[in-house]
């Protein structure tokens, strides 16, 4: 069974940057779409970016398009969030996920446990 590990948030001012890894354990996450969703308090989860197996393909939330950057190290199975120029509407609960090889853009069939990215004006 694989287990997703999400690390890297923390406190940060804002316009600073925060770099999120997600390391997978249990079996290999190369043939997967992976992503990141978040969930602010008292909002809704949000996708906030995806990547493809080969990470030829990448999707991002309008919101987050042009700072934010999805990647992936499949030797490692570990996929990262490079985000920057960050705001303090970014702050939420930043959960990493493996896609589904059905369903569309974002569906999910494993969570980590999500980590809290915390943004000061």
């Known amino acids: 069974q694989v287990q997703l590990v999400e690390s890297g948030g923390g406190l940060v001012q804002a316009g600073g940057s925060l770099r999120l890894s997600c390391a997978a354990s249990?079996?290999?996450?190369?043939?997967?779409?992976m992503g990141w969703y978040r969930q602010a308090p008292g909002k809704q989860r949000e996708l906030v970016a995806h990547i493809s197996s080969s990470g030829g393909f990448t999707y991002y939330a309008d919101s987050v398009k042009g700072r934010f950057t999805i990647s992936r190290d499949n030797a490692k199975n570990t996929v990262y969030l490079q985000m920057n120029s960050l705001k303090p509407e970014d702050t939420a609960v930043y959960y990493c996920?493996?896609?589904?090889?059905?369903?569309?853009?974002?569906?999910?069939?494993?969570w980590g446990q999500g980590t809290q990215v915390t943004v000061s004006s």
């Open positions: 249990g079996s290999t996450i190369s043939i997967n779409g």
């Open positions: 996920y493996r896609g589904t090889s059905i369903g569309g853009l974002g569906s999910a069939d494993i």
